[in-house]
């Protein structure tokens, strides 16, 4: 079992739509968590960290549930340049390396 | 402020010889990391140094690999003699303290090609 699994996707939405993806965690010591943006043969790029009590970054919202072992992204208000892949990480507990997951695919339509 | 780079973006070599990646972190950034994606998989992390010194390199495949930071600054990462399943894309990441977040911050990658 992957340490980091989510949904590969793709996810095809109109412009204007809501969006969610969801991420499970098998290691309940990971501390911190974090979802990347990664755009087509370019870097993971940080798109937010993830708090216990969930944070918002204009129309991108991102909950922690730690019972569950279970992250989330939402984006509000699709955009086509929201088009990419997006990564769910995990930062192994006690050490400072991140686990990531496969991906999820996200193709934005006019 | 300048990102994480890396150098080269691309190397393409034969089986059997030497290549040394270069990874330079952002500016006053202590931790360095190295991961890297096969193709098809997910990124995956190699090790990670804090200055000149390797806090974790549990995720080295093989003693084919072998990564410096001297004085801290920047870091290269060789691996000698290449193999074909070494093909992949090398990222770089830095990051400071901050908190207990870490948040780390990647370079554009190098990709490896080994024929």
Redesign the interface.
């Known amino acids: 079992r ?1 340490e ?1 699994e989510q949904d590969p996707g793709p996810f095809n939405v109109p412009e204007g739509a809501t969006v969610a993806f969801n991420c499970t965690y098998s290691n309940s010591a990971s ?2 968590f ?1 979802w ?1 943006r990664q755009d087509c043969r ?5 798109l937010m ?1 993830v708090y216990s009590s969930g944070n918002e970054d204009g129309r991108f919202t991102a909950q922690l549930n730690r019972a569950s072992q279970y992250i989330s992204l939402l984006i509000r208000d699709s955009k086509l340049s929201d088009s990419a892949t997006y ?1 769910c990480v995990a ?1 192994s507990g006690g ?9 999820t695919r996200l193709a934005v339509h006019p | 402020e300048a990102g994480v780079t890396q150098f080269p973006s691309h190397s393409v070599i034969e089986k059997g010889q030497t290549v040394t990646l270069r990874c330079d972190p952002i500016s006053g950034h202590d ?1 360095l ?1 190295w ?1 890297r994606r096969v193709m098809g ?5 190699l090790l ?1 140094f804090v200055k000149e010194s390797k ?2 390199e ?2 080295m495949p093989n003693n084919r690999f072998l990564a410096e930071r001297t004085g801290g600054t920047y870091s290269t990462l060789k691996v000698q003699p290449a193999e074909l399943e070494d093909s992949g894309v090398y ?1 770089c ?1 830095s ?1 400071q303290e901050s908190g ?10 190098t990709r490896l090609t080994v024929t």
């Open positions: 992957k980091v501390q911190s974090f990347y370019k870097e993971p790029k940080l960290s990564l930062r050490y400072n390396k991140l686990i990531f997951g496969a991906g | 931790n990391y991961y998989k997910e990124i995956k992390f990670h806090q974790d549990s995720g990222f990441a990051s207990s977040i870490y948040e780390q911050y990647f370079g554009p990658g």
